[in-house]
C-alpha cells in the first residue's frame, strides 16, 4: 500500500521517554496511523522517515495493515521504503511538471497587470 505521511506526533512513552504516533493518507484517501517506539528495533527505520518528513512530503510503499483491537493501523514492522519526497508529485505521475504556485493574495487574478496595479491602489485608498 502507498501512503503519504501526513503529520507525527511525539506522545510520552509507557516504557520509554516517548514515543511518535505518525498518521497517513492513502492515494485513495483513506486514514491510518502507526506507532514508532525508540525502545523498539524497527525505530531506526522509522526515525529516518519522521526526521524526512519534518522537511517536505514523504511518500511510503509497501505499508502492511495489521487489525489490532478491531482497528486497522499500519505494522511498524513492514518493510517500508520511500518512493517519492519533498512534493516531487503524486505516486505513478509520470509527468516532471512544476507544480502551478498558488498565489498568497488574489491581486492579480489576471495577467493584466496595469488592473492589478489599480486595484492595488484603491486597497490602499481603502485603508486611509
Given at each position: 500500500?502507498?501512503?503519504?505521511?501526513?503529520?507525527?506526533?511525539?506522545?510520552p512513552g509507557k516504557y520509554s521517554a516517548?514515543?511518535?504516533?505518525?498518521?497517513?493518507?492513502?492515494?485513495?484517501?483513506?486514514?491510518?496511523?502507526?506507532y514508532a517506539d525508540p525502545a523498539n528495533r524497527n525505530y531506526p527505520r522509522w526515525a529516518k522517515i519522521i526526521e524526512a518528513?519534518?522537511?517536505?512530503?514523504?511518500?511510503?510503499?509497501?505499508?502492511?495493515l495489521k487489525t489490532v483491537k478491531g482497528q486497522e493501523i499500519v505494522d511498524a514492522d513492514s518493510e517500508i521504503k520511500i518512493c517519492l519526497e519533498r512534493g516531487k508529485g503524486e505516486?505513478?505521475?509520470?509527468?516532471?511538471?512544476p507544480r502551478?504556485?498558488?498565489p498568497a493574495l488574489p491581486l492579480f487574478e489576471?495577467?493584466?497587470?496595469?488592473?492589478?496595479?489599480?486595484?492595488?491602489?484603491e486597497m490602499m485608498g481603502s485603508l486611509k
Open positions: 500500500m502507498k501512503a503519504k505521511i501526513v503529520g507525527f506526533r511525539e506522545v516517548h514515543f511518535y504516533l505518525i498518521f497517513f493518507r492513502t492515494v485513495e484517501g483513506k486514514n491510518y496511523r502507526t518528513s519534518k522537511t517536505g512530503e514523504i511518500w511510503l510503499d509497501n505499508l502492511i505516486p505513478g505521475a509520470e509527468s516532471k511538471a502551478q504556485a498558488t489576471h495577467q493584466n497587470w496595469e488592473k492589478g496595479r489599480e486595484r492595488i491602489r
